[in-house]
């Protein structure tokens, strides 16, 4: 049996895989890396490991340090948490070839379904419907040539890509001479990977996800679907579950395709499916996450389901039959926000960094907090911003949001900027209310404040230019100095 877990990864996800540890009375052990020395989940775990300098290529993305520590701490198994390592396919099959047990699907699996071009190929030959696109561009060439037999606009993406990032949007075959080389050279840094693809751009879609767990003896769970369409630049910022816009019948169907996906890979383990969903409800495969995801609390929340634990049953061989009916019933509505350390100023969402001096988090009814910071926590700008997720339950969607407004409002974060009133402001948006809200709804709403604060600015111009030339008027007719008037208005 499992009974000592290396944990290579940090933050919030860290702290939530410490919690079930140790609610499964089992050891966990973390690295670390020196920045990081005072982190949340370094005094939580059992054990705690430097693992080397802040940048996360000398840490967090080390795999011989990270195998070193997990043998010699003794650990009987890894769990990658998400992003880092988590569908690293090298990773896993080097952990496993040093017999311990690596907390994820099959090396083989990571490796089929991480490559998004691969993972294309197989579902289109599992009948899994999938979005309008092409394989591996090798050339400007070949990519104005395949992009000849799409709809444009289309997406030009990496295949070894996730997390929104190798992604350029393609109206017209100029575009494409603009873009190939920035996107290979995006995808290149980002994953180690320069292929590229196309995919048909769906616009005002609906991205949805389903949640599925597979023990090694075929049992296959599946989960009520998430709505992650709360967007910006391709990043999930809003999740909830289930989603108001899916009818009972789309459902059966979504889980018929998902069981699918599933089984043209062999999966096993914690994995997401992930849908678009365009205006004629017709949806497509876009990729399976082979690990487990940022906002899998708010499906933990209306199922009393633990996925955590269950990833740990699975990868030490338990059967997880007794849970699995196939479909997963749950009850009510969740909805989480992620608070990112994000400078707001002028919409530009610039990572904000500093130390962490006063901090208070909300409670009540049916609030989650996962969180990865504390009092004089350090937050830097080596690793991804995101600081707390508050996550709401409700007998209804309409509760549920009003609570996580709440929540949102008495959070309170000095130290560094947030997003916080960013996401509040989305939540009361009125298609966010209704439900409405497509992928492209934020990013929409940043351009509309963005141009009437372009307007704004513009009409200032042009009243203080108009009130300069009336002082100037009345300085030339009555020999009067008017520049202390002019400095009073600008600064008004």
């Not at 209306?302 to 338990?318: F, G, H, P, S, V």
């Not at 479909?327 to 400078?343: K, L, S």
Request: aromatic letters at 8%; one cysteine or more; glycine letters at 6%.
């Amino acid at each position: 049996m499992i009974k000592k877990i290396l944990i290579a990864n940090r933050g919030e996800i860290a702290v939530r895989i410490i919690r079930t540890c140790k609610i499964m009375n089992i050891l966990s052990v973390v690295i670390y890396s020196e920045i990081d020395k005072g982190s949340l989940h370094v005094q939580l775990a059992d054990e705690a490991y430097c693992i080397g300098g802040p940048h996360a290529q000398n840490s967090y993305l080390d795999m011989e340090k990270i195998l070193k520590i997990a043998i010699k701490s003794s650990s009987d198994a890894v769990h990658p948490g998400y992003g880092f390592l988590s569908e690293n396919y090298k990773f896993a099959h080097l952990i496993e070839a040093h017999g311990l047990i690596f907390i994820g699907p099959r090396a083989q699996s990571i490796k089929q379904m991480g490559n998004k071009n691969k993972a294309r190929e197989i579902m289109i030959n599992s009948k899994v419907p999938v979005i309008p696109g092409t394989k591996v561009l090798n050339s400007i060439e070949n990519a104005i040539e395949e992009a000849s037999n799409l709809n444009f606009p289309l997406m030009m993406k990496a295949s070894a890509g996730g997390g929104g990032r190798g992604i350029n949007y393609i109206t017209s075959s100029n575009d494409i001479y603009k873009s190939f080389k920035k996107t290979q050279d995006e995808a290149f840094k980002a994953f180690g990977n320069k292929d590229i693809y196309f995919e048909e751009y769906i616009s005002s879609s609906k991205h949805i996800e389903m949640q599925v767990l597979v023990d090694m003896y075929n049992n296959i769970m599946i989960f009520p679907e998430r709505e992650c369409s709360l967007q910006r630049n391709n990043q999930k910022i809003i999740e909830e579950s289930p989603s108001c816009f899916i009818s009972k019948e789309i459902r059966i169907k979504l889980i018929e395709t998902a069981m699918k996906a599933v089984k043209a890979v062999s999966y096993i383990g914690a994995g997401t499916i992930e849908f678009l969903m365009d205006k004629k409800n017709n949806f497509y495969f876009m990729e399976m996450n082979t690990r487990i995801q940022v906002e899998h609390p708010v499906t933990e929340m209306i199922t009393d389901i633990d996925i955590i634990e269950l990833q740990i049953k699975i990868a030490d061989k338990q059967s997880i039959k007794l849970y699995s009916n196939n479909y997963i019933n749950y009850n009510g509505n969740a909805i989480e926000a992620r608070i990112y350390a994000e400078n707001l100023f002028n919409n530009k969402f610039i990572p904000s960094s500093g130390i962490i001096n006063y901090l208070h988090l909300p409670g009540g009814p049916f609030i989650r907090i996962d969180s990865g910071i504390h009092h004089n926590t350090n937050v830097t700008s080596y690793y991804d911003g995101l600081l707390v997720k508050v996550i709401a339950w409700g007998h209804n969607r309409n509760i549920a949001i009003k609570r996580l407004i709440t929540a949102l409002d008495e959070t309170n974060i000095v130290g560094c900027q947030t997003n916080i009133p960013f996401l509040i402001k989305v939540l009361k948006e009125q298609n966010v209310q209704l439900g409405t809200y497509d992928t492209c709804s934020i990013d929409k709403m940043i351009e509309q404040k963005e141009q009437s604060n372009s307007n704004l600015c513009m009409i200032n111009t042009i009243i203080a230019s108009s009130v300069k030339q009336i002082l100037i008027k009345l300085q030339i007719n009555n020999n009067i100095n008017i520049g202390w008037q002019y400095s009073y208005y600008r600064k008004k």
